[in-house]
């Protein structure tokens, strides 16, 4: 019976292999994909891409491959674009090819196609960004209302600060919580308490499990996965967490709705769903509302705190960066007046060093997945409609063509030989073509304006040496998440 019983399953995985096998050769049928490693039968290219690092596994198949590639990440090809004249050529030049969403199965469970400027694909993505950009401009979104909002948040985060008085903390929180505050003010109309932490704390966690080696494993075999106990399973349930708390919210706005002075944006968005709710197949509807919101909120939280937190950390390492910072801030703002966005302008070297900050910190190295929209012609090769495209945000803004030390702290990289700030084509954080980030303008803003004004009052102390102090992120996945850290915050 035993004999027997190994032997059926022995079948079975046969079986199994040949149909992954079946449905690989399917999936490439009537293209013909860029040139990569062997992929194994169901376990793809496993072996050579490891799934604790999966980006830094992308760049060494790069020196073999070249800049254009496919691996399989299960039984799945994906075509890797690596460095600013490929990714360049997919996402701006070949724009509409290349406009569609490719697929996240890890958090595809949570949304299901549905409700996201950044997840949605075809006519509903469309719609719904439209009708986000829309809201968001009414609402002051690269507008000088949300530079006040921003500069009062920053206020307040600096009172929090001086709380401290100088003893060490741990920033995380505090910076979650600002940002959090500002798409907050936006999206409910109000903010959250200092003391309200669970909100934050699962959005901080959801990035988290997003970038850890069990979401790698389940975007490769979520055909399986998704059936299996483990641990794999905590980012669905952090993020239906996340959306019962929005709809929560979602429902007190409806319920106090005045269609004649609307509060925020979801309650622009109940206006615009009433407007269209004759339209056979309308998109504006309570689920996407629910989930555009959650997209908002996470897409307009993480990136940026972890973006500070990082910042601050390098100004710790580099402090004789954080003094000329210092000199810059006290020469065009002064120790009282409150940081602006026109400062800016002003302020070459504190721009180029927040630009060498997104740079070399990476937030999302991988970028978001995309997906071709039809048949496309690319550098010799045919890709299928659907084919999924990883366009490497990191592989640009690491790339040796356009910066002289990639893998070094360098603000001269966006300083020309006046000491003026220069642009740098290549500096692509947010991505670029049709699907750039939508909360580009707001994140600079935020990202310059918190950053200025803690410099402005407070001069960092780091409680390591800075030749000790590692700024290796201690996740790296989706996201390049940084290392939990203390520092003291002395006042200027």
Known sequence: MELRGAFTIFLAFCLFCLLMLIAWKWTSKGGKLPPGPTPIPFLGNLLQVRTDATFQSFMKLREKYG????????PQPVVVLCGHEAVKEALVDRADEFSGHGELASIERNFQGHGSVALANGERWRILRRCSL??????????????????????????????????????TFFLSHTVSNVISSVVFGNCFEYEDKQFLKLINESFIEMSTSWAQLYDMYSGIMQYLPGRHNCIYYLVEELKDFIASRVKINEASLDPQNPRDFIDCFFIKMHQDKNH??????????????????????????????????????????????????DQVI???????????????YTDAVIHEIQRLTDIVPMGVPHNVTRGTYFRGYLLPKGTDV???????????????????????????????FKKNE???????????????????????????????????RSLVPPADIDVTPKVSGFGNIPPTYELCLTAR
């Open 280 to 329: 056979p197949h309308t998109e504006l509807n309570l689920r996407n509302l629910v989930l555009t919101t959650l997209n908002l909120f996470f897409a307009g939280t993480e990136t940026v705190s972890s973006t500070l937190r990082y910042g601050l950390l390098l100004m710790m390492r580099h402090p004789e960066v954080e003094a000329k910072i210092h000199e810059e801030i």
């Open 334 to 348: 002064g120790p009282h007046r409150i940081p602006s966005v026109d400062d800016r302008a002003k302020m070459h």
């Open 134 to 171: 829309t809201i968001l401009r009414d609402f002051g979104m690269g507008k000088r209302s949300i530079e006040e909002r921003i500069q009062e948040e920053a206020g307040f985060l600096l009172e929090e600060l001086r709380k401290t008085k100088g003893a060490p903390i741990e920033p």
């Open 67 to 74: 800049p254009v590639f496919t691996v399989y990440l299960g």
């Open 426 to 460: 290549a500096f692509v954080p947010f991505s670029s073509g049709k699907r750039v980030c939508l909360g580009e303008a707001m994140a600079r803003m935020e990202i310059f304006l918190y950053f200025t004004s803690i410099l402005q009052n407070f001069s960092l």
């Open 390 to 420: 990883f366009p490497l945000l990191g592989s640009v803004l690491k790339d040796p063509n356009y910066f002289r030390y990639p893998d070094a702290s360098y603000p001269q990289h966006f300083l020309d030989e006046q000491g003026r």
